[in-house]
């Protein structure tokens, strides 16, 4: 059992930032892919970025690129997602999660934390 806990979500303006963070407890993050999804009232939850642990390659979707960060910390067991830039419509609940896997689709998480909520006012 692995257990994800997401902080730093609140309400910023637009263009403003905000650094999310995950700490895991349970399990080492040694054979786990890391990521974040989000989802917004009435929409899907969707792929934001993701750290591979085993090759230190991070992958983000394309409306994320040069605005969002993923980094991890070792010691604290904790990943991180730094957003920048951020725009009324990033407002939603942002999700912590882990895969044995490689496949980013929500479907395929093996591990989810609860969320931490976004706001972003125009």
């Known amino acids: 059992q692995v257990q994800l806990v997401e902080s730093g979500g609140g309400l910023v303006q637009a263009g403003g930032s905000l650094r999310l963070s995950c700490a895991a407890s349970?399990?080492?993050?040694?054979?786990?892919?890391m990521g974040w999804f989000r989802q917004a009232p009435g929409k899907e939850r969707e792929f934001v970025a993701a750290?591979?642990?085993?090759?230190?390659?991070?992958y983000y979707l394309d409306s994320m690129k040069g605005r969002f960060t993923i980094s991890r910390d070792n010691a604290k067991n904790t990943v991180y997602l730094q957003m920048n830039s951020l725009k009324p419509e990033d407002t939603a609940v942002y999700y912590c999660?882990?895969?044995?896997?490689?496949?980013?689709?929500?479907?395929?998480?093996?591990?989810w934390g609860k969320g931490t909520l976004v706001t972003v006012s125009s």
């Open positions: 999660a882990a895969t044995y896997g490689s496949v980013w689709r929500a479907g395929n998480m093996d591990y």
């Open positions: 750290l591979s642990w085993s090759g230190g390659t991070t």
């Open positions: 349970g399990r080492t993050f040694s054979n786990y892919a």
